[in-house]
């Protein structure tokens, strides 16, 4: 059986993302942290690499009685991926998505002044997150991405489970992930320090990345 590596904490995981990210060389790469702590982890591979930072935002929707349970995921601008509103009633689906929009706003807004402006037309866009589990806010992440003029959508993730959701795979052109595990436990298993990360220590690791590759 595998042994399976610990990762430090989400910086060092970006830092070893790095490292298989730039031999793949991805043409004109542009880097999303997917806040909040996917940001960390894209830092690091944005100071690492010289690639341009930036977020990438969508929250899972979810039941109050069964929030690790994603029935699909919205992003800031109300892009929505259903995988699951079957499962409860029309009531409930409502108060769910608005709830999740409502989140993913509030994250846009605290992260709308420090963003870079970028040109995305012909770039490769790297969605980078500090593990994948369900999948959810990926896959709308994704789904929003492809009607947008980028080159390829890449992901890269230090773990994620061995069969990757077809929500995911289907709408992204390469997976990066450094461990696969054949029991997928929860992301927060494969790290040794794995905190809580809040907005403002998210958006602060984005504010020191972006200060950095500027002044570069």
Same mark, same amino acid.
């Given at each position: ?22 031999? *793949?060389?991805? %043409?004109?790469?542009? !880097? ?5 702590? @996917?940001?960390?982890?894209? /830092?690091?591979? =944005? ?73 995305? *037309?012909?770039? %490769?866009?790297?969605? !980078? ?5 369900? @999948?959810?806010?990926?896959? /709308?992440?994704? =789904? ?47 790290y040794r320090h794995f905190s809580e990360v809040t907005t403002s220590e998210s958006l602060s690791y984005f504010q020191a990345a972006n200060l950095e590759l500027s002044a570069s």
């Open positions: 059986m595998k042994i399976l590596s610990l990762f430090e904490d989400r910086y060092s995981a970006g830092l070893q993302l790095a490292e298989i990210i730039v031999k *793949a060389r991805p %043409t004109n790469p542009i !880097v999303y942290g997917i806040p909040r702590g @996917g940001v960390l982890v894209a /830092a690091a591979i =944005a100071q690492q690499l010289g690639y341009p930072l930036d977020i990438a935002i969508a929250k899972k929707i979810v039941l109050p009685t069964n929030p690790e349970t994603a029935l699909g995921a919205i992003t800031a601008d109300g892009y929505m991926l259903d995988m699951g509103s079957e499962y409860c009633t029309t009531s409930e689906w409502s108060h769910a998505l608005q709830y999740a929009r409502t989140k993913a706003e509030e994250l846009h807004r605290a992260f709308q002044p420090f963003r870079p402006h970028l040109e995305i *037309a012909d770039t %490769t866009a790297i969605l !980078v997150d500090d593990g994948i589990a369900t @999948g959810a806010t990926i896959s /709308a992440i994704a =789904a929003a991405m492809r009607t947008m003029p980028y080159k390829e959508i890449w992901l890269a993730a230090p773990v994620a489970p061995l069969r990757m959701p077809k929500a995911i795979t289907s709408r992204i052109d390469q997976v990066i992930v450094l461990e696969r595990p054949e029991i997928f436990v929860s992301v927060s298993h494969f």
